[in-house]
């Protein structure tokens, strides 16, 4: 099994930033992908932005210039780096891996348990 560990979540005033941390660990072979999801009362769980492992993303267009992706693949670690906040970017951020577990063939998708944005006006 994979376990997902975030965080870097919490409270911002619009126009701020934050930088949310993912990482992975368990008894892993291989990563293709990981990224980060956001979901509120309101709205399905949505792909934020998301990075292979040869380091190609893609982003929401609603973040686009202000989110930034990037991976550690030594470390199994994802970053979201949030700049210029907006409170419509209030969510709870999910952390995904698509992962190679060393005792299967098949990848499998893991999610983190989520980490609270709240950005205030």
């Known amino acids: 099994q994979v376990q997902l560990v975030e965080s870097g979540g919490g409270l911002v005033q619009a126009g701020g930033s934050l930088r949310l941390s993912c990482a992975a660990s368990?008894?892993?072979?291989?990563?293709?992908?990981m990224g980060w999801y956001r979901q509120t009362p309101q709205n399905e769980r949505e792909l934020v932005a998301s990075?292979?492992?040869?380091?190609?993303?893609n982003y929401v267009d609603s973040v686009k210039g202000r989110f930034t992706i990037s991976r550690d693949n030594a470390k199994n670690t994802v970053y979201l780096q949030m700049n210029s906040l907006k409170p419509e970017d209030t969510a709870v951020y999910y952390c995904?891996?698509?992962?190679?577990?060393?005792?299967?063939?098949?990848?499998?998708?893991?999610w983190g348990q989520g980490t609270q944005v709240t950005v205030s006006s």
């Open positions: 995904k891996a698509i992962v190679r577990v060393t005792s299967k063939i098949y990848h499998d998708m893991y």
């Open positions: 368990g008894s892993i072979f291989s990563i293709n992908l």
């Open positions: 990075i292979t492992s040869d380091g190609k993303t």
